[in-house]
T-cell receptor
């Protein structure tokens, strides 16, 4: 079991470029989410999904798009990268249902936008 | 929207000293979780508290959930260098699925 796999681990973009951060999980978790981590600001929720075909916005959704066509994958798209999106991005998953337990995190993607 | 604050932001302790981080939510929480992130790593789940006034222990770590379910604390007794990292609380309100993380407390342990 790989758990939660994020790719790429590092990425450098120029302002205005687009890219997709990939997140895949093999734990059959219904809930998937994207966080960004910036110094002194903790982890802020970007978007989340409670199942295939269902997505919703978190605290800081602007500039990011998501889709959930399968249970396993939850890609995060930056349509036109900006320097303010320089951050470390984490994908996190959780089993669904009434017992909302721990989040399992991927190893992160460090993104720099120049 | 829900806000979760943690204090202190940073803490330096001598090895063997105790350490406490506090978490305060602007809204009543359904549950609270604690995570540890080692330098360069990803957050790893430590524990979940659900009941008002709940106290749980994991070896040298003691976790508390406030009576009003709006605050929580993590206390580490006799810190070790392996305790170095950033500790986050994370809470969920009402029936909402999303989890809001606190700002984190970065712990440095001086040998």
């Amino acid at each position: 079991n790989a758990g939660v796999t994020q790719t790429p681990k590092f990425q450098v973009l120029k302002t205005g470029q687009s890219m997709t951060l990939q997140c895949a999980q093999d734990m059959n978790h219904e809930y998937m989410s994207w966080y960004r981590q910036d110094p002194g600001m903790g982890l802020r929720l970007i978007h989340y999904s409670v199942g295939a075909g269902i997505t919703d916005q978190g605290e800081v959704p602007n500039g990011y798009n998501v889709s959930r066509s399968t249970t396993e994958d939850f890609p995060l798209r930056l349509l036109s990268a900006a320097p303010s999106q320089t951050s470390v991005y984490f994908c996190a998953t959780r089993a669904g249902g009434a017992n909302l337990g721990e989040l399992f995190f991927g190893s992160g993607t460090q993104l720099s936008v120049l | 929207g829900q806000q979760v604050m943690q204090i202190p932001q940073y803490q330096h302790v001598q090895e063997g000293e105790d350490f406490t981080t506090y978490c305060n939510s602007s809204t009543t929480l359904s549950n609270i979780q604690w995570y540890k992130q080692r330098p360069g790593g990803h957050p790893v789940f430590l524990i979940q508290l659900v009941k008002s006034g709940e106290v749980k222990k994991q070896k040298r770590l003691t976790f508390q959930f406030g009576e009003a379910k709006k605050n929580s604390s993590l206390h580490i007794t006799a810190t070790q260098t392996t305790d170095v990292g950033t500790y986050f609380c994370a809470g969920r309100s009402g029936g909402y699925q999303k989890v809001t993380f606190g700002t984190g407390t970065k712990l440095q342990v001086i040998p």
